[in-house]
C-alpha cells in the first residue's frame, strides 16, 4: 500500500532524491578527473610500474554502489525498503512502549 504523502512530502522527496542524484555525478565527475589525473602522473613518472589502476579499481567500486544505491538498482536500498524498515522500527517501538506501560 502506497503512503498517502501531503504535496509538501512529495516535493521534499523528490528534492532529496535529486539532491542524490546530484551528489552521485558529482562523485562521479571527481572519480574521472581525479583518475584521469593519476593516470598521466604515474605514465609520466613512473610508466614501467602501473598503480593508477588501485585507485580507478577500488574508488569504481564505491562509485558503482553508489549509484545503484541512488538509480535503487539494489532493491534492499530501493523505497520499498526503507517503508518496510520504517514501519518495522515504528511497530517495535510501539511494541516497547506497551510494554513499559
Not at 562523485?27 to 580507478?56: A, R
Not at 532493491?75 to 516497547?96: A, H, S, T, Y
Request: glycine letters at 6%.
Amino acid at each position: 500500500m502506497e503512503p498517502n504523502y501531503s504535496e509538501d512530502d512529495k516535493y521534499y522527496l523528490a528534492k532529496k532524491k535529486v539532491q542524490s542524484i546530484k551528489g552521485f555525478y558529482g562523485n562521479l565527475t571527481s572519480y574521472i578527473g581525479v583518475n584521469i589525473i593519476l593516470i598521466f602522473i604515474n605514465l609520466f613518472t613512473t610508466p614501467k610500474h602501473l598503480w593508477f589502476y588501485w585507485p580507478l579499481f577500488w574508488w569504481g567500486i564505491g562509485v558503482v554502489i553508489h549509484g545503484l544505491k541512488v538509480f535503487e538498482v539494489i532493491p534492499v536500498f530501493g523505497k520499498d525498503w526503507e517503508q518496510r524498515k520504517i514501519k518495522e522500527l515504528m511497530e517495535k517501538e510501539n511494541r516497547n512502549k506497551e510494554k513499559w506501560q
